[in-house]
């Protein structure tokens, strides 16, 4: 299976999308404006106590405050607490954590008003972003993640990955990084550690351990909430995370986010360092790989997967509720039965692309089409299982019931992708009246004349909906070639699908964006 990773950067937002032979299979859409990313630390002071809760909640900087469980403390929460306390005492010089004397850890069933107090400084990363109408969730078990390996201060465990199956290949990066391990600090393995060797994982080690201690250097508590570990950019923690000895290409439109990933391909694994591409065409990097017509076909309430069978997706603020069809595959000539268990096989693949492409997550129920025969219903089961093996998002599934549902677990920890892909009608935007079309291509020249004189323009890109652009650029003695003499400007028509019909975008020289309008 090839494995390829698009990067679309403009200036508001930036779009990643993971492609599986050619498949979206993962989309990732942030604006540049967000605040908050999982995996951010702050140092933060804690705003309210809530012993009903057994909870705190800590000003972040978010509209909304930022909520703190018991549990999420961590069991070193004494140790981390006093480090920190030391640290701002003694203005941002802390003694080296190898040689901090560790406090026990805190009763696994104590309450927050026992470690807590309202007004306290507080080390906090974020676990979950702000979702609907919540705040963020965060977790005082600092984790900071590496390529290889997640660093875990104050802890004094090592963990590999289970998805490491050579019991062999745990002992041996087990017994490795223990000899290697600071004093105070846990580490859990990663599954792409797999075969690495010590210097490899000495050098990411150390790297971490650095980014650690960096964070306290001058500490104070002025202009608290204060982020002082940040998490990889949006592009290159997709990149880490998806980073593997399968990934053939990473295609990236914005110069600056290629410089940036090249340099951490080149910094983490120089050998993959030629799958990163820059690409410097003028069409829309989604559009050239057909990106923009997969995320139109498979974002919505009705998703169509295989024969006419298709799924109905629906969303409510307690879960997500998914219908398998069968639609006109039912006029086929196998028996019912078989039938079902072909359809129900073909919908799990779908609905684990689905979970992964919207990045579904608490509860999802799914109604498979009736099977009697429980051999079939096993087999589904095992297809799910199989068809989510591949989402790195912790998920569980159980077997299907006696009613034909499944019920899926999926840890959310980001706002589920939602895109809008019913369209108004482009030319009333909803009211029931329109202008006529026939005047669409005279308002545009109208409005190109506008611009070119105020711009001073002697080249343009007109970005089109495709049959519009089809129009205007159709025979010899086009409608782009009169405009070019009309308005002495070299005029360049381009389609692109992500338009609306009667909607059209206008670029300089420099491919900048002068003007877009939907009539």
């Known amino acids: 299976m090839s494995s390829e990773l698009v990067i679309n950067s403009t200036n508001e937002r930036v779009s990643i999308a993971l492609l599986e032979d050619g498949k979206l299979v993962e989309l990732n859409e942030s604006s540049l404006k967000q605040q908050f990313s999982v995996g951010d630390i702050y140092l933060a002071r804690i705003k309210k106590i809530m012993p009903g809760l057994n909870a705190a909640f800590i000003d972040v900087g978010y509209e909304k405050d930022a909520f703190l469980h018991y549990l999420d403390l961590g069991p070193q929460f004494s140790s981390m607490n006093r480090y920190l306390m030391q640290a701002i005492s003694r203005k941002g010089r802390p003694i080296p954590i ?58 004094d465990k090592i963990s590999v990955s289970s998805k490491i199956s050579s019991q062999e290949e745990k002992d041996r990066l087990k017994n490795l990084l223990q000899a290697i391990r600071p004093q105070n600090f846990g580490i859990i393995v990663r599954t792409v550690a797999e075969g690495k060797k010590v210097a490899e994982l000495d050098t990411e080690l150390r790297s971490l351990v650095k980014k650690w201690e960096k964070a306290f250097d001058q500490l104070t508590t002025k202009n608290l909430p204060k982020l002082v570990i940040s998490e990889l950019s949006r592009e290159s923690a997709v990149v880490r995370d998806h980073l593997n000895m399968k990934f053939d290409g990473i295609h990236i439109s914005d110069e600056a986010v290629y410089g940036e990933i090249k340099d951490y391909i080149r910094e983490v694994a120089p050998e993959k360092e030629k799958i990163v591409k820059f690409y410097s065409g003028k069409e829309s990097i989604f559009d050239k790989l057909g990106i923009v017509k997969q995320i139109k076909a498979s974002f919505g309430k009705t998703v169509s997967f295989k024969q006419g069978a298709y799924l109905i997706i629906e969303h409510t603020e307690a879960l997500h509720v998914i219908d398998v069809n069968s639609g006109n595959r039912s006029r086929s000539g196998s028996d019912q039965e078989t039938n079902a268990l072909e359809v129900n096989l073909s919908a799990a693949e779908e609905i684990a692309r689905q979970l992964r492409l919207r990045d579904m997550g608490g509860i999802i129920v799914v109604d498979f089409i009736d099977m009697h025969r429980n051999e079939h219903k096993q087999k589904v089961y095992d297809r799910m299982k199989e068809a989510m093996s591949a989402d790195k998002t912790k998920h569980n599934i159980l077997p299907l019931s006696k009613f034909g549902l499944m019920q899926i677990t999926r840890q959310r920890v980001r706002p589920e992708m939602h895109i809008e892909t019913a369209e108004n009608c482009p030319t009333c935007n909803g009211s029931g009246k329109v202008q006529p079309a026939i005047l669409f291509p005279e308002l545009v020249k109208h409005e190109l004349s506008v611009l070119i004189e105020e711009h001073k323009l002697a080249k343009l890109r007109l970005d089109l909906h495709p049959f519009i652009a089809s129009y205007l650029k159709k025979g010899f003695s086009s409608e782009e070639r009169k405009w070019r003499k009309e308005l002495g400007c070299k005029i360049k028509i381009q389609p692109a699908e992500s338009l609306h019909f009667l909607e059209y975008c206008v670029y300089n020289e420099e491919g900048e964006e002068l003007q877009r309008k939907r009539r």
């Open 98 to 155: 190898s040689k901090f004397k560790r406090l026990p850890d805190i009763n696994k069933h104590g309450k927050i008003n026992e470690v807590l107090k309202q007004g306290q400084y507080i080390l906090v990363q974020i676990a979950k972003e702000p979702i609907s109408t919540k705040g963020p969730r965060l977790s005082s078990e600092i984790s900071i993640p590496g390529r290889n390996i997640v660093l875990i201060p104050f802890a």
